[in-house]
């Protein structure tokens, strides 16, 4: 059954360093989406993609947020400068209807 | 925007008692409103959704109801398994077509006793 990947399921980072979230969409699937969710929070919408722009993005998403679709099999979400508070569990999903997600890549900001 | 509110946030049951799990919403334009189902370990998994012109909807063990003018849902599982002990979440959007996002509530922890 096809699925999500996301890759590193864990990535530990020093404040302030750039990070690069990656994952690799279902094939056929138009739609791509970032959502977060920090320990004990609900899980949060980020930003969704669609023909190689964004088409919806949260308050969450601020500048130092981009996503970026390289080579038409990776899905990427950078954060630029990362912040203690970015420490969260970073789902990607993909959709054609219904969204399939990801297993997560855990983001622990020190 | 959406707001979505899941109780309870543990829920504790004997094997093959049955699970219940109760969500409200905010935003009356949302029309599809999905399960997904979280194991550790892994991401949440789809297990069924309901939409708006629908009030109930089944599949084996699991079921759905949902009452629009209330603006309340809520996931049934009867016979319950060790298997199903997982992190539930419900969601709405305002429509299942792809684009649209997901706006989930707190979750539910649900332990399955054997």
């Known amino acids: 059954e096809p699925e999500v990947t996301q890759t590193p399921s864990h990535q530990v980072t020093q404040m302030g360093q750039e990070v690069i979230l990656r994952c690799v969409p279902i094939?056929?699937?138009?739609?791509f989406y970032w959502y977060r969710q920090i320990l004990g929070q609900k899980v949060e919408f980020l930003v969704s993609?669609?023909?190689?722009?964004?088409?919806?993005k949260s308050e969450i998403f601020d500048d130092q947020f981009s996503v970026e679709r390289p080579d038409g099999s990776n899905f990427t979400l950078k954060i630029r400068s990362t912040k203690l508070e970015d420490s969260a569990m970073y789902f990607c999903a993909s959709s054609v209807a219904e969204a399939f997600f990801g297993q997560g890549t855990r983001l622990t900001v020190v | 925007g959406e707001n979505v509110e899941q109780h309870p946030s543990t829920l504790s049951v004997q094997e093959g008692d049955s699970a219940v799990i109760k969500c409200t919403y905010s935003d009356s334009a949302s029309n599809y409103f999905p399960w997904y189902k979280q194991e550790l370990g892994k991401g949440p998994q789809l297990i069924i959704d309901i939409r708006s012109n629908v009030g109930e909807k089944k599949d084996q063990r699991i079921a759905v109801t949902l009452n629009k003018t209330a603006k309340h849902f809520s996931l049934h599982i009867t016979e319950t398994q060790p298997e199903d002990s997982a992190v539930y979440f419900c969601a709405a959007s305002k429509d299942k077509a792809a684009g649209n996002k997901l706006t989930f509530g707190g979750g539910t922890r649900v332990l399955v006793k054997p």
């Open positions: 993609f669609y023909n190689n722009e964004i088409s919806e």
């Open positions: 094939s056929n699937h138009l739609y």
